[in-house]
Every structure is written in C-alpha cells, then in structure tokens.
C-alpha cells in the first residue's frame, strides 16, 4: 500500500473527528460512482484501489463536486501487511470512519470448473472472501466507534447458481452468509450491515472476466442493463435511513433480467418496448 498525499489530504488529516467513507474498488464501476455521488452530498471519502492514477483522477471529480476531503491510498486489498498498515495509520491519525463500502471484487471466467484455472479460482476467492473479511476486520474498532455501516457488493450470484459460475457464485454465497452473520455478531453496537446484491451491472467488471471488449459487449448487447449509478443511488438510499433502519439486502435487477440467465433483448427489452 503506497500513500500519496495532496495537499488537500494532509489538511484533511488535520480534521480530527471528521467521519470518512472508506471505499474499496472505487477505481472503476460501482466504487467509482458511489464516490461521485457520495461527493454531491458532501461527504469525506477514502479511496482505495490498485490503479492509482485512476484514483488520481476520481479525487479531483470528487472535490468538484463538492466532497469534503477525498484521500487516496494505492491498495491491492489481497496484501495484508498493507491493509493493516493503513488501518494503523488512519488510528494514528484519528480519522474516523462511519462507513464501509466492500466494492472490491472480481469475477474471472466463464469456463465450466472442469476447464477452470485455479488461478482464476484463488483470484476470486482471495478478493471476494478472503479480501473482504480481512479489510473488514481491521476496520471494524473505527467502525464500532462510529457506529458505522458496512456495505457488501454481493450479487444475485449470491442465490442463484449458473454454469460456469461455480467459484464467482461461490464467493457471492459466502458474501451472503458473511453479512448476515456480521449483522448478527455486531448487534448491540449500532453498526448496520447491507449486503447490495445487483444483477447485470455494465462496468468492467465482464471485460475483467472475459479479457476482451468485444465479449465483454456482448453482455449487454441489445438490452438494458443496470448502470453503476443506479446501484451507488441504492447505496446512497441504504445509507439514507435512520439509524434504527437496516435495509440488510437489496437485489437490483435490471427490467430485462428476471433472474440469472433470464434476460430479454431486442424488441422485447425495455428499451424498445413502446
Ligand atoms: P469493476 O468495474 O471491474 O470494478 C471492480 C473494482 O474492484 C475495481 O475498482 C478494481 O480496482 C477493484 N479490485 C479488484 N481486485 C482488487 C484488488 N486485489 N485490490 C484492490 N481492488 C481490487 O466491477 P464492478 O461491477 O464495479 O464490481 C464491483 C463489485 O460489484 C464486485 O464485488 C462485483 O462482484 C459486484 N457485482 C458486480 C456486478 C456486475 O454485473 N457488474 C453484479 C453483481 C455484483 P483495481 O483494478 O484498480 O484494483
């Protein structure tokens, strides 16, 4: 984890008791545009992904758009050392955070498990779960002190099986269980626990699983997806609620998805419904 530091961060830092968004995957997709539209409303944010000029970019459309502060911090969420390292750091800075939004994620393949690479199978399960829980759990003192509020990116994937989503599906069904039982163990600490369970999203996310655009568009070829906007709006509507409201799931589907592998196009698909 390598820290660069603005000059807007080192001020933000000064502000002690400001509460932060602490963002993973906020490079692309739905991290991205949950930073955008958290900033519309003034919020403090900590952004974190691997792709550094990407956040480079995003902090400044931040603070256009009115965010409070924005720091940013290089961070391959799977390394330990350095999410524990940024943890400490932000301790040894008193920067509070009241909410957590888990957005790192990846899917890799479509291959049945038979043909699967193992290092898609690793990748998937150490981002997804592995990734997830640790990133959690160093941030929870800060969360507990703040009586924060985490959000999960889960997925339908998280209820439905499809083919050649074994592992993918696999690590949505841990997230799953891992917010419910979060919600279970932090009950008494006025921390909520939201798992957001989208169904097709059009981000990177099937460029990163197919490897190739042209694939990737074919997705969402000739239907209406969901865009990563429309999932920050539900976030940003979870995190809207009064403290005593926990909404603890949302599934999103787009109009032309009824469910896994359900999905119209052409003139059926609400795009060209008249
Ligand atoms: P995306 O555009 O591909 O974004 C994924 C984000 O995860 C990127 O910012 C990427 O940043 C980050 N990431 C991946 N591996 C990482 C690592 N090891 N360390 C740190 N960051 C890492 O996809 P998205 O659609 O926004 O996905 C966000 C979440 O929503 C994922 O958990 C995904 O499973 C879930 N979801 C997506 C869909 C969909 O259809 N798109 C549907 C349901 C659920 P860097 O590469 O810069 O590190």
Redesign the pocket.
């Known amino acids: 984890m390598k820290k660069t530091q603005s000059k807007s961060q080192s001020k933000a830092q000064k502000q002690q008791g400001e509460a932060y968004v602490f963002i ?8 991205a545009a949950t930073a955008l539209e958290l900033s519309k409303k003034k919020e403090s944010l900590i952004l ?4 550094l000029e ?1 956040l480079n970019k995003l902090q400044k459309q931040c603070i256009q758009l009115g965010a409070k502060n924005v720091l940013i911090y290089k ?4 390394n330990k050392n350095d999410v524990a390292r940024l943890a400490q750091d932000l301790e040894k800075k008193k920067i509070q955070i009241n909410v957590l939004v888990n ?5 890799k393949g479509v291959e049945l498990f038979q043909n699967s690479k193992g290092a898609d199978s690793d990748e998937m399960i150490d ?2 779960v592995k ?1 997830l829980l640790n990133i959690t759990r160093e941030l929870l003192p800060n969360l507990i002190r703040n009586r924060g509020h985490i959000l999960n ?5 998280g209820h439905l099986v499809y083919e050649g989503g074994t592992v993918y599906c696999a690590t949505k069904f841990a997230v799953r269980a891992i917010s419910d039982g979060l919600r279970m163990d932090l009950k008494g600490t006025g921390v909520r626990v939201t798992n957001i369970e ?4 059009n ?3 099937s460029l ?1 699983r197919l490897g190739n655009q042209q694939k990737a568009d074919a997705v969402y070829s000739d239907m209406m997806p969901l865009t ?1 906007m429309d999932i920050a709006n539900c976030i940003l509507w979870c995190l809207s609620q009064p403290p005593h409201v926990n909404i603890s799931e949302l599934m999103i589907y787009p109009t032309d998805q009824a469910s896994v592998g359900q999905v119209v196009r052409g003139e059926k698909s609400i795009k060209n419904l008249r």
């Open positions: 993973t995957g906020a490079s692309s997709g739905i991290g974190t992904a691997r792709r990407r961070l391959d969420v799977q957005c790192a994620g990846v899917a981002t997804n990734a990116l889960g997925s339908v994937a989208p169904g097709m999203v981000t990177e996310f990163v990563a």
